[in-house]
Structures are given as structure tokens and as C-alpha cells.
């Protein structure tokens, strides 16, 4: 029997096609709270994306990282660290503010790898390392499927994930 947190790529991405059959029958996403999208969408992606919810040492919610409380901290067996914030979809040009914020902080950019920011509907996979490496990579949700392998490469609790993160934090030239 597989443990909770045991998905491989494949099966994430069958999980994950059933999340966005959930999400194309919303007929009004913008009035969905923070607090529905985080635990209708975005919760059943990490385990789509093989992180455990349930353990507390790879998945923890809302806790200080350096003055900001991004709603997930997800930290891989290896201590490499990714950070996800939600916002309503309404909220979608917030999440540009939050990302300057984010990488502007030197201690943010040391300890993390890379950001998620979502409001499900439109995300941004973010690296954090040395500010002239940085990279934005723009998804939005009927692309999720398509493009499962960005998703699983960069945010996945695998050794690709973790791979792609150690790479991405060796690759930015230094500031």
C-alpha cells in the first residue's frame, strides 16, 4: 500500500486533471475565498505534486519566514525549501507586489529556492537565489496538465524537484 505523499509524475498528473475538471465547473471563481482555494485546489495539487499534507516536517501552514507568512512552507527531505501564496483570483496584481517583496529579501533568497505564487486560476513559479538569476515562468490553469512536467520539475517533492531546485540555486550568477 503506497503512503500518503507517495505520487509519482504520472499519477500526479491524472490527479491533477481531476482538480481542473473541478475548477471548469466554477461558474463564479472571483467570489471563491483564499480559504476555498487553498483547500479545494491548491492542497489537492501539492499531493498531486507529492507533497505529504499531513507531515508537518515537509508541509507546514502560515508560519513566519522572515517577517512574511506565506500560506504554505514546503520543505523537501534534502531541506530545500519552497514557499507558496494564494490569492483570490481577484487578487491576481497582488501577487506581483508579494513577488518583489519576497525577492528583494536577502534572507528569503538565501534560505528558499523558489516561490509559487497562485491564485489557482493564474500562477508564477518563481527561483530565488542571486537576484541576476532569476526566473519567472507564467502557467495558468488550463495549462496545468500540458505543462505538468514545469509544475513537477520545480515544485515537486521528488528528486527531480529536488534536482531542479539545487540547479536553479548553483546556476544564478552571483550579485
Known amino acids: 500500500m503506497k503512503k500518503s505523499g507517495d505520487v509519482n509524475q504520472v499519477e500526479g498528473t491524472q490527479k491533477m486533471k481531476e482538480i481542473m475538471d473541478r475548477w471548469k465547473n466554477i461558474s463564479q471563481i472571483n467570489k471563491l475565498s483564499e480559504q476555498d482555494l487553498k483547500t479545494k485546489f491548491v492542497i489537492p495539487m501539492l499531493q498531486a505534486l507529492n507533497w505529504n499534507i499531513q507531515n508537518v516536517q515537509e508541509v507546514m501552514e502560515q508560519r513566519n519566514f522572515f517577517g512574511f507568512l506565506p500560506d504554505f512552507i514546503l520543505t523537501d527531505k534534502h531541506g530545500k525549501i519552497v514557499l507558496v501564496e494564494v490569492k483570490r ?4 496584481s497582488q501577487l506581483e507586489k508579494d513577488l518583489k517583496k519576497y525577492r528583494n529579501n536577502p534572507n528569503v533568497r538565501k534560505e528558499a529556492t523558489v516561490l509559487f505564487l497562485t491564485t489557482f486560476n493564474d500562477s508564477k ?7 541576476k ?4 515562468i507564467k502557467i495558468s490553469f488550463s495549462q496545468y ?4 512536467d514545469k509544475l513537477w520539475a520545480y515544485l515537486s517533492n521528488s ?14 550568477p552571483r550579485d
Open 89 to 92: 483570483p481577484a487578487e491576481y
Open 125 to 131: 513559479i518563481c527561483t530565488l537565489g542571486k537576484i
Open 133 to 136: 538569476g532569476q526566473r519567472t
Open 145 to 148: 496538465v500540458s505543462e505538468f
Open 159 to 172: 528528486e527531480e524537484g529536488f534536482k531542479t531546485r539545487t540547479y536553479e540555486k548553483a546556476w544564478a
